[in-house]
C-alpha cells in the first residue's frame, strides 16, 4: 500500500507535529505511523524556551537531540518550533535575579544568545524554524508580551536576523494560528 509521503512526492511534504513520545527510544505506535506515513516533523514541546533552556546556561538538549535524529532516520525535514514566543518561555529571560524587570538591551543579549545556541546546534539538520510564534492579535496588531514590552515592536525583525545570522541556510517561519 502506498503511503501518504509517497502519495504527494515530490510535490509537496506532509507533516506532523509530534511530542517526546512519538519518537520515544523503544519505538511507539505513533512514531512508527509518522515514520512511515510523514515527510516532515514538527516539535511539540521539545524545542521551545522553557523545555531547551529553563534557566540562563543551562540547557537541556537530550529530548531535542532525539526529536533530530529521529527526523533524519526517517529521511525528513525537520522544523524546530519555537525559539521566541511570550508563552513557555522561563521569566529569567524577563527579569532579573533580583526581580528588577531586564532591560532592552539585556532581552535582546538573552535573546540572541538563545537562538545562537539552539539554531547553532542544529545549523545544517533543522530545515526550518518557527521563528517567531503568535505575536499577533486576531486583529493583526502585536499584542502586549514581555517582548514586545520590553524590546518594542523590533523583537520580531531582531529574532528573524539572529536566526538567520545562526544558519543562513535554514528557511525561517511566523507561525500563529487564526489570522482570518
Known sequence: AETLRGAVAPAFTVGAAINARAFAEDGSPVGRIVAREFSSVTAENEMKPMSLQPREGEFRWKTADRFVS??????MKIIGHCLVWHSQTPDWFFTNAD???????????????????????????????????EAFDDAGNLHPSPWKD???????????????????????????????
Open 99 to 133: 526581580g528588577t524587570k531586564a532591560t532592552r538591551e539585556q532581552l535582546i543579549e538573552r535573546m540572541h544568545a538563545h537562538i545562537a545556541a539552539v539554531v547553532g546546534r542544529y545549523k545544517g539538520r533543522v530545515h526550518g524554524w518557527d521563528v517567531v510564534n
Open 70 to 75: 529521529f527526523g533524519e532516520s526517517h529521511g
Open 150 to 180: 520590553g524590546i518594542g515592536e523590533d523583537f520580531v525583525e531582531l529574532a528573524f536576523r539572529f536566526a538567520h545570522e545562526a544558519d543562513p541556510a535554514a528557511e525561517l517561519y511566523y507561525n500563529d494560528f487564526n489570522m482570518f
